[in-house]
């Protein structure tokens, strides 16, 4: 069975201080691993897609990397803006018409 | 970003009555699709369209019926809502399978089933 699991649940960071999300995931012929954040309140916004292992994308402070087994997060100088759900997901199956999510990386920075 | 609207933003409802949401897109994208969201479970696929008329069950699609008429309106029905109904749903949309697999997000629409 396809599964995709992040940790930790939740992460408190001091701003400034670097730290790394992890997800990983079990699923047969990955097409795509896509990372999202999530305000309270609001819908998923789509932040990278990576597709094969030791490919990396960054966006300001993000970096998103990918192994055979499992994608971090690292986010480097955090900002109390960074504070978010950060969602990571896999197509399901071979049409990719589903993506598997897990449960989310709570992330608070605090000033 | 997609525009993805969803309607309505908020809906309390009582047990039993029967309750539509509306998703709207104006990015001409191939696919819809109708996600829950509760504490401790993510999210979880309800259905799936891959054309106008087409559709596809996900994983909890029970007591869920969905319709797609036009390619920029997607709607789901609860035929008769009950409590484990109360969730947020989002409406995500993809453009076809050329067009990569990442799926974009509507705002939300929190249901309240008393």
């Known amino acids: 069975e396809d599964q995709v699991t992040q940790s930790p649940e939740a992460l408190r960071l001091q701003e400034g201080e670097s730290s790394s999300l992890n997800c990983s995931y079990t699923?047969?012929?990955?097409?795509?691993l896509f990372w999202y954040r999530q305000d309270p309140g609001k819908g998923p916004e789509f932040l990278f897609t990576?597709?094969?292992a030791g490919e990396e994308k960054e966006k300001e402070r993000l970096k998103a990397t990918l192994t055979k087994k499992e994608s971090f997060l690292h986010i480097t100088a955090p900002k109390p803006e960074d504070s978010a759900t950060y969602l990571c997901?896999?197509?399901?199956?071979?049409?990719?018409?589903?993506?598997?999510f897990g449960k989310g990386t709570t992330l608070s920075v605090s000033s | 970003d997609a525009g993805i609207t969803q309607s309505p933003r908020h809906k309390v409802t009582e047990t039993g009555t029967p309750v539509t949401l509306r998703c709207h897109q104006t990015?001409?994208?191939?696919?819809m699709y109708w996600y829950r969201q509760d504490p401790g479970h993510g999210l979880r696929l309800i259905h799936y369209?891959?054309?106008?008329?087409?559709?596809d069950k996900g994983e909890v699609s029970d007591g869920y019926s969905v319709s797609r008429s036009k390619t920029e309106d997607f709607l789901l029905t609860l035929e008769s809502a009950t409590s484990s109904q109360t969730s947020v749903y989002f409406c995500?949309?993809?453009?076809?399978?050329?067009?990569?697999?990442?799926?974009?997000f509507g705002p939300g629409t929190r249901l309240t089933v008393t």
């Open positions: 369209s891959y054309g106008v008329k087409d559709t």
């Open positions: 990015e001409n994208h191939r696919y």
């Open positions: 699923v047969s012929g990955l097409r795509g």
């Open positions: 995500a949309t993809k453009p076809g399978l050329a067009g990569g697999y990442e799926q974009y």
């Open positions: 990576l597709y094969s």
């Open positions: 997901a896999v197509p399901a199956n071979q049409a990719g018409t589903a993506l598997i």
